[in-house]
T-cell receptor, first 112, second 115 residues
Framework: QKEVEQNSGPLSVPEGAIASLNCTYS??????FFWYRQYSGKSPELIMS????GDKEDGRFTAQLNKASQYVSLLIRDSQPSDSATYLC????????????FGAGTRLAVHP | DAGVIQSPRHEVTEMGQEVTLRCKPI?????LFWYRQTMMRGLELLIY????????DSGMPEDRFSAKMPNASFSTLKIQPSEPRDSAVYFC?????????????FGEGSRLTVL
């Protein structure tokens, strides 16, 4: 089993809609979770980090973490064509490891 | 801050040649990561360093791959000899690591093509 799993998509949503991206992880003691956005031909860039259960909002982005169910999600409100990219989920396992494990990424397409 | 700097941005070489990729992390960061990205396999962690010490190189595919970090401001990833299947984008990333944080900052990547 992969440590971090994401639906590869593509996830297609109309402009203005809410895009919901999900990620599950297998390490029960993971402490930190990150969402990165990667445009085609570019490097990943951090858009959200979350460390505790619940929701964290930043502009149009909301990260949701549920450690009991071992999932983390990213909601993008009022989706724009410029949000079209691959979104990578990343967890930081505990136990002294600094290794960050990326999911395969979900490709999001926002169409006008 | 200049961000993570990688060189070269593009490299085209022939099978069997040695390839050296370079990375300058963000000043003050204590962790450095080398990733490889392909369409088939996504973003794979090859090796990471903490305070210049290699911590986990289990992602290095073969003995043909080696990485060094002689000081806090420089790292290299070497492939010798290179093979066509090594063609990929190689990213270097750095982080200021604490117990519960560790956002990665990526360089622009080195696109390697092995003919």
């Amino acid at each position: 089993q992969k440590e971090v799993e994401q639906n590869s998509g593509p996830l297609s949503v109309p402009e203005g809609a809410i895009a919901s991206l999900n990620c599950t992880y297998s390490d029960r003691v993971s402490q930190s979770f990150f969402w990165y956005r990667q445009y085609s031909g570019k490097s990943p860039e951090l858009i959200m980090s979350i460390y505790s259960n619940g929701d964290k909002e930043d502009g149009r982005f909301t990260a949701q973490l549920n450690k009991a169910s071992q999932y983390v999600s990213l909601l993008i409100r009022d989706s724009q064509p410029s949000d079209s990219a691959t979104y990578l989920c990343d967890s930081h396992p505990a136990g002294g490891y600094n290794k960050l494990i990326f999911g395969a990424g979900t490709r999001l397409a926002v169409h006008p | 801050d200049a961000g993570v700097i990688q060189s070269p941005r593009h490299e085209v070489t022939e099978m069997g040649q040695e390839v050296t990729l370079r990375c300058k992390p963000i000043s003050g960061h204590n962790s450095l990561f080398w990733y490889r990205q392909t369409m088939m396999r996504g973003l794979e962690l090859l090796i990471y360093f903490n305070n210049n010490v290699p911590i986990d190189d289990s992602g290095m595919p073969e003995d043909r791959f080696s990485a060094k970090m002689p000081n806090a401001s420089f790292s290299t990833l070497k492939i010798q000899p290179s093979e066509p299947r090594d063609s990929a984008v190689y990213f270097c990333a750095s982080s200021l690591w604490t117990a519960n944080t560790g956002e990665l900052f990526f360089g622009e990547g080195s696109r390697l093509t092995v003919l």
